[in-house]
């Protein structure tokens, strides 16, 4: 006799441990739909001007939860982008704080807002030799921008010329590779002795690069690092639904105004935060590993950031009728759209 299928399924509440919720009408119009499934996030600190040191961080804070819809229960953890010239004293003190829970390396030029990133590596070594005494998370976007090197390996070159040099050179240092997009970064977790971790988008294991390409040039599929071949997008659904504790949810949901999406030059990023735990209850169940969503989604971040799970819970059900979200959201900024799996969803949450 076959099992029944799986209708309902409660787990922790989640958290999304990378999460853009941008500034003004933006953050706005967008973090109601991150606070009403996920109780913390990693906030992302590629604003204009960025998030440098603990007092800009102190009043972006202060700003999400002036937007905060009334009655919703969310805590940003916040972060600090790493410049050339960030302070490691100033990194220190909002870290002793319980402000500050890790610091965002951008290469510059790797993606929006990253322009102002690390270039020499030797001259941030001041504040990543003390992250690695204090025990502070560096978050990384693995990827080079060299010119010559193409798109689609930036990844896999990052991981050669950049992370590995480091770590062998800072082996304490706590690394988490966000938004691992190849089946080179998911070996290199799964063959790392400690100290390094990866997030996984809801959009990657969904998306390869055809869906940006075929049939004409689909800019609200297009992110960075983009989405790449069919075999590396297997290797993360693997990863992602294995129960592996180095691996979890980070969205990298990424909103913007259409008209920045839509043009010559479009931004990169895509907006899931509103349906992503009906998107990842899809994907675990076509891979038989529902019973894998709670170590993704609620488990295994908690446990890689040093933080207690959540005491609340979620549920999932399954229903007959496709779950509808909108084509579209209106936020003071401007529309934005919304990730379109090209499936139906029959997963709500409750």
Not at 14 to 35: A, F, N, Q, Y
Not at 72 to 89: A, I, S
Request: with cysteine.
């Amino acid at each position: 006799m076959s099992p029944q299928p799986v209708i309902e399924l409660t787990i922790r509440r989640p958290d999304d441990w990378h999460l853009h919720l941008r500034d003004g009408g933006m953050l706005k119009g967008v973090i109601g739909d991150t606070s009403r499934h996920f109780a913390r996030a990693i906030i992302m600190p590629n604003l204009v001007p960025p998030v440098v040191t603990t007092a800009d961080a102190t009043a972006y804070r202060e700003r999400i939860m002036a937007a905060l819809p009334k009655g919703d229960r969310f805590e940003p953890l916040m972060t600090l982008y790493l410049t050339e010239g960030t302070n490691p004293d100033d990194v220190e003190a909002g870290h002793k704080s319980g402000l500050i829970k890790a610091v965002k390396l951008y290469p510059a030029g790797a993606t929006t807002n990253s322009h102002g990133g690390v270039r020499n590596f030797e001259n941030a070594m001041p504040v990543l030799e003390r992250m690695a005494r204090i025990g502070l998370p560096l978050c990384v976007h693995g990827e080079v921008t060299t010119p010559e090197v193409d798109i689609f390996d930036r990844e896999a070159v990052f991981i050669e010329t950049v992370l590995d040099p480091l770590r062998a050179r800072l082996p304490e240092l706590k690394v988490t590779m966000e938004h691992v997009t190849t089946k080179d970064g998911i070996d290199y977790i799964k063959a790392s002795e400690g100290n390094l971790a990866g997030s996984i988008t809801t959009h990657h294991l969904i998306i390869n690069r055809n869906a940006i390409l075929v049939g004409g040039i689909r800019p609200h599929y297009y992110c960075l690092p983009v989405a790449k071949r069919e075999l590396h997008r297997l290797a993360l659904r693997g990863a992602a639904t294995s129960g592996d504790a180095r691996f979890f949810l980070g969205t990298d949901s990424a909103p913007h105004v259409d008209p920045l999406k839509e043009c010559a030059c479009g931004c990169a990023g895509i907006y899931t935060s509103i349906n992503t735990m009906s998107c990842l209850a899809h994907v675990f169940e076509q891979e038989n590993a529902l019973d894998k969503l709670e170590a993704f989604t609620s488990l295994n971040g908690p446990a890689w950031y040093g933080l207690p799970v959540n005491a609340e819970t979620i549920t999932l059900r399954k229903q007959a009728e496709a779950v509808t979200f909108p084509d579209k959201i209106e936020t003071e900024a401007g529309t934005v759209t919304v990730f379109d799996p090209m499936f139906p969803l029959h997963w709500a949450v409750s």
